[in-house]
């Protein structure tokens, strides 16, 4: 088995932490973790030295007394989806952008709605921080946590930034 898992509890529910070969693959809403399984097949449910810290941090950034995660962290997919997730951990703590600033920032202007559902594949939610996402109008729209999950985060940075 080359994947590891372990789950970490959240205010914003269960988290399904992965990692492969000391890299951190996924931060993934237990909600959606059958969406993910597939791609993580051959999972032990073990806590690692890399497990154990990202709960750390993760419990650090709910407790607003961290604004940015130092995790080893693995982008697996396209490039065009390697370049997306990895525009999301470019916005600042506490900052917001339009789908339509996502797509400008990697040069893709006409790419808003491919740059959105990449943004629903993120494997590294929280991490690489799609919830400061937003419609053309400052709307919430979809997240994978639900738009409940999506406005706790955010107010808890903006309370915090």
């Given at each position: 088995m080359s994947y590891k898992r372990q789950v970490a509890q959240s205010p914003v529910g269960a988290l399904v932490l992965v990692e492969k070969d000391r890299s951190l693959e996924g931060v993934i809403f237990q909600s959606r973790w059958p969406k993910f399984s597939l791609r993580f097949q051959g999972y032990a449910?073990?806590?690692?030295?890399?497990?154990?810290?990202?709960?750390?941090?993760?419990?650090?950034?709910?407790?607003a007394e961290r604004r940015r995660f130092d995790l080893p962290i693995k982008l697996t997919g396209t490039a065009f989806q390697k370049k997306v997730w990895s525009a999301l951990g470019k916005i600042p703590f506490g900052r917001?952008?339009?789908?339509?600033?996502?797509?400008?920032?990697?040069?893709?202007?006409q790419a808003v709605r491919a740059v959105g559902r990449t943004h629903g594949l993120n494997p590294l939610c929280i991490v690489l921080p799609c919830h400061r996402?937003?419609?053309s109008d400052g709307a919430?729209?979809?997240?994978?946590?639900?738009?409940?999950?999506?406005?706790?985060?955010?107010?808890?940075?903006?309370?915090n930034s």
């Amino acid at each position: 088995m080359s994947y590891k898992r372990q789950v970490a509890q959240s205010p914003v529910g269960a988290l399904v932490l992965v990692e492969k070969d000391r890299s951190l693959e996924g931060v993934i809403f237990q909600s959606r973790w059958p969406k993910f399984s597939l791609r993580f097949q051959g999972y032990a449910d073990v806590e690692t030295p890399l497990l154990k810290e990202a709960k750390r941090q993760l419990a650090q950034y709910f407790r607003a007394e961290r604004r940015r995660f130092d995790l080893p962290i693995k982008l697996t997919g396209t490039a065009f989806q390697k370049k997306v997730w990895s525009a999301l951990g470019k916005i600042p703590f506490g900052r917001t952008r339009t789908y339509k600033e996502q797509a400008a920032s990697i040069r893709s202007p006409q790419a808003v709605r491919a740059v959105g559902r990449t943004h629903g594949l993120n494997p590294l939610c929280i991490v690489l921080p799609c919830h400061r996402v937003l419609g053309s109008d400052g709307a919430l729209t979809g997240y994978a946590g639900g738009l409940g999950a999506k406005k706790f985060l955010l107010e808890l940075e903006q309370a915090n930034s």
